[in-house]
């Protein structure tokens, strides 16, 4: 579909939902975006104002398919009957469940749905933490989206630009904005992420920056920023819904999809496409299979011995590979799995109907 001036564009529709309408029976009138998700309901837009409505109860049983921040949905009257086919989705398994044996780990939780770019906030105060970021790469490469990543407050660092070069050399070609929300500075390079019809989310953690970030940008306070709380170090939980903010430069932004812990997925190539350079390293490996853990002929254990590798490095590499093979065992679906099952059904139909057809033309 290219009619910009339907309502829907500007709230990022575009022909990839657009070509799966006629499929499954829905028609443009019946489409709105959750913009929030509430206690009490789904927020939900047309592209004219916000309405609340609530999921049908045959929604509600359908497992994985729970209306997340950034999906498409199809209203019946007031009520939220379906969830279109996600472009890709922010998930992680259920909050809390990382280490337990209890079926919460089993749950994987979309946090936002359709996004175009996901922002890594980081603050250059006492919430600098490169591991942290490299976590946060990892579980969006997973999830098939693309990274960017934030440092702010550069205002409050007096070496900012050695954090910036820090980064870069652990996360490659993945963009990084060095800005202070507090003298304005920087803030034009993330323009583009937020052009028309562009939804992106802020992850981060609390105090890092996220919602004054938004302020700025927005040019008014249409987030609550809050200051880092005293007693505990940690940063009071000022944002509690999940919402969408409509940008005057025309995009959208999740602020803050309720990370508070990141556990992870099974691996879908996340690791590797986060540490290249181990990657690269483990080619000259004498064998194909190398753990890197005690083998002979192993090339990153001797990258590691000769310097040429940080311990530091290696280490946060395991660490990850441990923890993505404690998730596999628990069986996690990802929301890729999720779609491809309920795509499947329909590709065995194509696939059916064309061998007729090859049938019939013989
Ligand atoms: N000095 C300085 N403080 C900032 C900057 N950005 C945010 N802050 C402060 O950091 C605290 C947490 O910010 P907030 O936006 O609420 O973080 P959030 O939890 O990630 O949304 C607030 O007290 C902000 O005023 C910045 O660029 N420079
Ligand atoms: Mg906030
Ligand atoms: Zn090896």
Same mark, same amino acid.
């Given at each position: 579909m290219r009619d910009d001036s339907h309502p829907l564009t500007r709230l990022g529709w575009s022909s990839f939902f657009h070509n799966q309408l006629e499929a499954l029976g829905y028609g443009l009138e019946d489409i709105a975006r959750v913009t929030s998700v509430r206690r009490g309901g789904f927020l939900v837009s047309q592209g004219k104002g916000e309405t609340l409505v609530n999921a049908s109860g045959a929604l509600a049983h359908r497992q994985g398919l729970y209306p997340a921040a950034g999906d498409w949905v199809v209203l019946n009257g007031s009520v939220l #009957?379906?969830?279109?086919? &996600?472009?890709?989705?922010?998930?992680?398994?259920?909050?809390?469940? &990382?280490?337990?044996?209890?079926? +919460?780990?089993? &749950?994987?939780?979309?946090?936002?749905?359709?996004?175009?770019?996901?922002?890594?906030? #980081?603050?250059?105060?006492?919430? @600098?933490?490169?591991?942290?970021i490299e976590r946060y790469l990892t579980l969006i490469y997973n999830c098939g989206l693309r990274p960017a990543i934030v440092l702010t407050k550069a205002d409050l660092h007096p070496a900012p630009a050695d954090c910036?070069?820090?980064?870069?050399?652990?996360? @490659?070609?993945?963009? =990084?904005?060095?800005?202070?929300?507090?003298?304005?500075?920087?803030?034009?390079?993330?323009?583009?992420? =937020? $052009?028309?019809? !562009?939804?992106?989310?802020?992850?981060?953690?609390?105090? +890092?920056?996220?919602?004054?970030?938004? !302020?700025?940008? $927005?040019?008014?306070e249409v987030r609550l920023a809050g200051a880092v709380?005293?007693?505990?170090?940690?940063? *009071?939980?000022?944002?509690?819904? &999940?919402?969408?903010? @409509?940008?005057?430069?025309?995009?959208?932004?999740?602020? !803050?999809?309720? *990370?508070?812990?990141?556990?992870f997925l099974d691996?879908?190539?996340?690791?590797?496409? +986060?540490f290249p350079d181990i990657e690269l390293l483990a080619k000259d490996c004498r064998f194909s299979d190398c753990s890197h853990a005690h083998e002979p002929g192993c090339r990153v254990l001797s990258a590691v011995d000769s310097g040429e590798l940080k311990p530091e490095r290696f280490a946060s590499w395991r660490k990850m590979k441990r923890e993505l093979e404690y998730?596999?065992?628990?069986?996690?679906? !990802?929301?890729?799995?999720?779609?491809?099952?309920?795509? %499947?059904?329909?590709?065995?139909?194509?696939?059916?109907? %064309? %061998?007729?057809r090859k049938l019939g033309g013989k």
């Open positions: #009957c379906d969830v279109l086919p &996600r472009r890709n989705a922010l998930a992680r398994g259920a909050a809390g469940a &990382r280490g337990k044996n209890d079926g +919460a780990a089993r &749950r994987e939780q979309v946090m936002a749905a359709n996004l175009d770019t996901v922002l890594i906030v #980081c603050g250059l105060d006492q919430d @600098f933490n490169p591991a942290r910036g070069v820090e980064i870069e050399a652990m996360a @490659f070609d993945v963009p =990084i904005h060095l800005i202070s929300a507090a003298d304005q500075t920087g803030l034009a390079e993330l323009e583009p992420y =937020i $052009a028309p019809g !562009n939804t992106i989310a802020l992850i981060g953690s609390s105090g +890092a920056g996220k919602s004054t970030l938004v !302020n700025r940008l $927005a040019g008014k709380s005293q007693s505990d170090g940690k940063g *009071i939980h000022t944002t509690t819904s &999940r919402d969408m903010v @409509f940008m005057p430069q025309g995009g959208m932004i999740i602020d !803050n999809p309720g *990370i508070r812990e990141v556990a691996d879908q190539g996340g690791v590797d496409a +986060a998730a596999a065992q628990r069986q996690i679906k !990802n929301p890729e799995r999720i779609e491809k099952e309920r795509w %499947k059904g329909v590709a065995t139909l194509v696939r059916s109907i %064309k %061998k007729n």
